[in-house]
C-alpha cells in the first residue's frame, strides 16, 4: 500500500504576517460532525470506505416505531402519529397493511403460525392482523401503552405495558392474565433468554427483571440510568441491553391522552421495544419507496414519556453486558448521545444512537467506531436479516439496509468552516493511504451564508494531488470541502488528515470613544496594557459644562483648581476584531484653526497627558486614530479616527473688581463686577466678615457671559467697619476674588 503525504501547505502560500490561519482536521472529534455516506470513522480519526447505506422503505410518516419479520421473510413496520402498520414483503414491494384506531402503534411481533400482533397506545390495545390486512381486538389489558411484546416458548405472547409497569401473559384464545406486576411504571422492553424465560426492562428506575414464571422474578441489574430501552440474547446467554435517561432525569409519567389531545412530534426517549421470536435468515427486500397512502388528516399521538433535563455531563446512555454469571460491565457509554438500540454481530456489537441517526460498531479491546449515519434523527431499531442489518429510523421514519462488506464508493462532506471574515483560500492538502486502484477526490465550494444554499459557489475540483492544490473556490467568509472515496474489490482509501490555509481579509480597528477629562497626575494604564491585547480600555464620554461655546456646540471644560496640576488626560476606548496589535496617533485643533497638529505618534497605551500650559485658553478638539500596523503588513493595514467633542482649556481664574458702594442708614448695596477671557462666569458668592459663603445672582438673574455684574445688598448693618469678599468662577471652575470695604 503506498502512502500519501501531507504538503507542506503554508510554504506554498504567500504568508501575511500573523493573519494567515489553517483549518486542520485530523481527529475523531473534528470529524464527527461532517455527513457520512457509505464512509466509516475509527475513533483514531481515519475516515475509509464503510458499508453501503441502502433506503429500503421510505414511509413518509414522521415515526416508525417498531420493527418485525415474519415467517414469510416480510418486514413489518409501525408507525405513528396515524397508527399504521406497513408490510415490506422479501422481494421489495411495500403496501400498507393496516391502520389503527389508535395514533401510535409502538410493538408488533410476528408469531410462529404467521399471525402478527400489534400494540397500540394510547388505551393500550393489541389486535391480532392476517396477512391480507384483517384485523380484531385480540385483548385489551386496560392499560394506557403497549409497549412490548414478544412470543414465549410455550407459544403464548407476552406484553409489557404502562403506566403501572405490568406484564400480561395471553394464550392462543386471547384470553389474557396478569403475568407479573414489576411495580415500576412502564415494561419497556422485553426477551427471551437463554433457558426461555422472560427478560424484561423497565422505566423510570432502570431495573433489568428475569421473570421464570407467573408472579417469580430476580433483579440482574438496577441501572442508574432511568429506561432499559433495548435486550438481545447471544446464543452463550451473554444479555446486552441498551440504557439511557441519565442519572438525575428519571422519566415522567405521560400526561393523560385523548383522541383529541395534540401530542409532539418527537418524543425522543420515548421507550418501545420489539422483539421477534428466531427465524431462518432470508432474502432481504430491495430498495423500493414506500407507497403513498391516501391522504388523511394527522391523528393524533399518545404522549410518550420524556425525561426531566439532563445534567450538562451526567451521563445519558449506556451500553450494558451482562454475563452468565450476572456480572455487570458498562461497555460504552455517552453524556451527549441516547443509545437506542443493540445487535450482536460477528465480531462485535453494533448500536444505534439518536445524533443524527448514528450506527457505531464495538469490537473487544477496541473503542467504539461510526459506522454508518442515517442523517435521521434518531435510529430506533436494528435487526440482523441474511447478510445485512435492518436499521429503523424516525423523524423521518425510512428502513435502510447496512450491508456487512465496504462499498465500492463514497462520500464525505465535512462542516461548514467560519473563518471570520472574507477569506482567500491557499492550497488543499490531505494525508492518506491508498492501495493500488484506490483514490481520493475532493471539491469544495464557499458562501457568505451561515448554511450552504443557493447563494454559494458550486462544487469546484477534484483536486487530487495530496500534496497541495489551489482551491479554486472565490473568497468568501465560509468554506466546505468533501472528500469522495473509490476503492477497488478487497482494498479501500483512508483518509487521516486534512489541511487548508487561508488568509481573512484585515478588518479594521474600531474607535469606540474618547475621553477629555483635567488630571492631577498621568492617567494610569487599564489593567492589560494595548500593547499586549488586541482590546485597547478607555472611555467614551467628554464632559459637558452645559455652556456652549458656540451656537449649537458642546464643550468640555478643562480648568485648574488648588488641587490640580496643568495637565489634561485624553484616553479612548478601541478594539480590533482580528485580534491585531494597535497602536496610536493623536492630534489636536483650536477652535478656528483649519490643520491638525500632531501630539504623539505610536503610542501603544490607551492614554495620553497632554501639558495643559502648552495650549492657551481656548476650545479645543482632539482627533485619534488607531492602526493595526504592527499585526499587518503596510498594504493590509487599516486604521480607524475619531474626533472628541469640542473641550474649553481654561487656567486663567475669571478677573473681579469693586464698583463701589452704596449707603443709606444700616443698608448699604456693594456693586462687582466680574470677567472671564475664555468661559463664561457661572457662579458667584459673597462673605461678610468672614463668614459663611453666600450663593449670589447676577445681575440680570442668569450667570451666562463672560461679563457679568453682582449687587450685594447688606440689611441691618451694625455700626462699624465691614469687609465684603465676592468668589466668582467660571465654567472651568477657576475662582477669582475681589473685596470692598463698608464703613
Excluded: C
Amino acid at each position: 500500500m503506498r502512502r500519501i503525504g501531507l504538503a507542506a501547505a503554508l510554504l506554498a502560500l504567500p504568508l501575511a504576517g500573523a493573519g494567515t490561519a489553517v483549518w486542520e482536521m485530523s481527529t475523531w472529534k473534528d470529524f464527527l460532525g461532517g455527513v457520512f455516506q457509505n464512509v466509516s470513522l475509527s475513533r483514531e480519526g481515519r475516515l475509509a470506505l464503510g458499508p453501503e447505506l441502502q433506503t429500503v422503505f421510505a414511509s413518509e410518516q414522521p415515526l416508525l416505531w417498531a420493527m418485525a419479520r415474519g415467517t414469510d421473510g416480510s418486514i413489518y413496520l409501525g408507525a405513528g402519529h396515524r397508527g399504521r402498520v406497513f408490510r415490506v414483503d422479501r422481494n421489495g414491494k411495500s403496501s400498507l397493511l393496516w391502520t389503527a384506531p389508535e395514533p401510535e402503534v409502538f410493538a408488533l411481533v410476528a408469531a410462529p403460525d404467521g399471525s402478527l400482533y400489534a400494540g397500540t397506545s394510547p388505551d393500550g390495545k393489541i389486535y391480532k392482523i392476517t396477512a391480507s390486512g384483517q384485523a380484531s381486538e385480540f385483548f385489551h389489558p386496560q392499560s394506557k401503552y403497549i409497549w412490548s411484546l414478544v412470543v414465549g416458548r410455550d407459544g403464548a405472547l407476552y406484553a409489557g405495558t404502562g403506566e403501572r409497569g405490568r406484564i400480561f401473559r395471553i394464550d392462543a384464545s386471547g384470553k389474557g392474565e396478569l403475568y407479573y406486576d414489576t411495580r415500576q411504571g412502564h415494561v419497556t422492553s422485553l426477551a427471551l433468554d437463554g433457558s426461555g424465560a422472560l427478560l424484561a426492562g423497565t422505566d423510570p428506575n432502570g431495573i433489568l427483571y428475569r421473570v421464570s414464571a407467573a408472579g417469580k422474578a430476580f433483579v440482574l441489574h438496577d441501572s442508574p440510568l432511568a429506561e432499559v430501552r433495548s435486550i438481545e440474547v447471544t446464543a452463550d446467554g451473554t444479555i446486552y441491553a441498551a440504557a439511557m435517561g441519565g442519572t438525575a432525569a428519571r422519566l415522567q409519567q405521560p400526561g393523560a391522552a385523548t383522541a383529541g389531545a395534540e401530542i409532539p412530534l418527537a418524543p425522543v426517549t420515548t421507550s418501545i421495544t420489539v422483539t421477534a421470536a428466531a427465524e431462518p435468515a432470508q432474502q432481504l427486500p430491495k430498495p423500493v419507496e414506500a407507497p403513498k397512502p391516501p391522504a388523511a388528516p394527522a391523528a393524533p399521538s399518545a404522549a410518550a414519556p420524556a425525561p426531566a433535563a439532563p445534567i450538562p455531563g451526567a451521563q445519558r446512555s449506556a451500553l450494558l453486558r451482562i454475563n452468565t454469571d450476572n456480572t455487570v460491565e458498562t461497555l460504552w457509554s455517552s453524556a451527549e448521545e441516547n443509545v437506542y438500540a443493540v445487535l450482536p454481530v460477528e465480531g462485535g456489537l453494533l448500536f444505534s444512537t439518536d445524533d443524527h441517526g448514528r450506527i457505531y460498531r464495538l469490537e473487544p479491546g477496541r473503542p467504539a467506531a461510526l459506522v454508518a449515519q442515517t442523517g435521521e434523527e434518531e435510529t430506533t431499531r436494528l435487526a440482523a436479516v441474511g447478510d445485512a442489518v435492518l436499521a429503523l429510523t424516525s423523524n423521518l421514519g425510512k428502513l435502510y439496509r447496512l450491508g456487512r462488506t465496504p462499498a465500492a464508493t463514497g462520500r464525505y462532506e465535512a462542516p461548514v468552516r467560519d473563518a471570520g471574515n472574507v477569506s482567500r483560500w491557499g492550497r488543499l492538502s490531505w494525508r492518506a493511504e491508498a492501495p493500488p486502484g484506490a483514490a481520493i477526490e475532493f471539491y469544495t465550494r464557499s458562501g457568505n451564508s451561515t448554511r450552504p444554499d443557493d447563494t454559494w459557489s458550486e462544487w469546484a475540483g477534484p483536486l487530487r494531488n495530496p500534496e497541495g492544490e489551489t482551491v479554486r473556490s472565490p473568497s468568501a467568509r465560509y468554506i466546505q470541502w468533501r472528500a469522495e472515496f473509490r476503492g477497488p474489490a478487497g482494498g479501500a482509501p483512508v483518509l487521516e488528515s486534512v489541511s487548508l490555509p487561508y488568509l481573512p481579509q484585515n478588518t479594521a480597528p474600531s474607535l469606540n470613544s474618547i475621553l477629555v477629562v483635567p488630571t492631577a497626575q498621568p492617567a494610569k494604564a487599564p489593567a492589560t496594557p494595548a500593547s499586549a491585547t488586541s482590546t485597547a480600555d478607555f472611555s467614551i464620554t467628554v464632559t459637558d459644562t452645559g455652556a456652549p461655546a458656540n451656537p449649537g456646540t458642546t464643550t468640555a471644560s478643562v480648568g485648574r483648581s488648588a488641587a490640580q496640576s496643568q495637565a489634561v488626560s485624553v484616553s479612548w476606548q478601541a478594539e480590533d476584531p482580528d485580534g491585531d496589535k494597535l497602536t496610536a496617533q493623536v492630534w489636536f485643533r483650536g477652535q478656528g484653526e483649519s490643520r491638525w497638529k500632531l501630539l504623539r505618534e505610536n503610542v501603544a497605551e490607551s492614554y495620553l497627558t497632554i501639558d495643559s500650559d502648552a495650549l492657551a485658553d481656548g476650545v479645543y478638539q482632539v482627533k485619534v486614530m488607531v492602526s493595526d500596523a504592527p499585526s499587518n503588513p503596510a498594504p493590509a493595514a487599516r486604521a480607524a479616527e475619531m474626533i472628541s467633542a469640542p473641550f474649553l482649556l481654561d487656567n486663567t481664574p475669571p478677573a473681579a473688581r469693586s464698583l463701589g458702594v452704596e449707603r443709606s442708614g444700616d443698608r448699604a448695596v456693594v456693586r462687582f463686577e466680574a470677567r472671564d477671557s475664555a468661559s463664561i462666569v457661572r457662579r458667584a458668592e459673597y462673605s461678610l466678615d468672614a463668614g459663611p459663603w453666600t450663593p449670589l445672582w447676577s445681575d440680570d438673574g442668569i450667570s451666562d457671559s463672560k461679563v457679568e455684574t453682582f449687587a450685594v445688598i447688606l440689611e441691618k448693618l451694625s455700626p462699624g467697619e465691614h469687609l465684603v469678599t465676592l468668589r466668582v468662577l467660571d465654567a472651568a471652575g477657576n475662582a477669582g476674588l475681589a473685596k470692598a470695604v463698608v464703613r
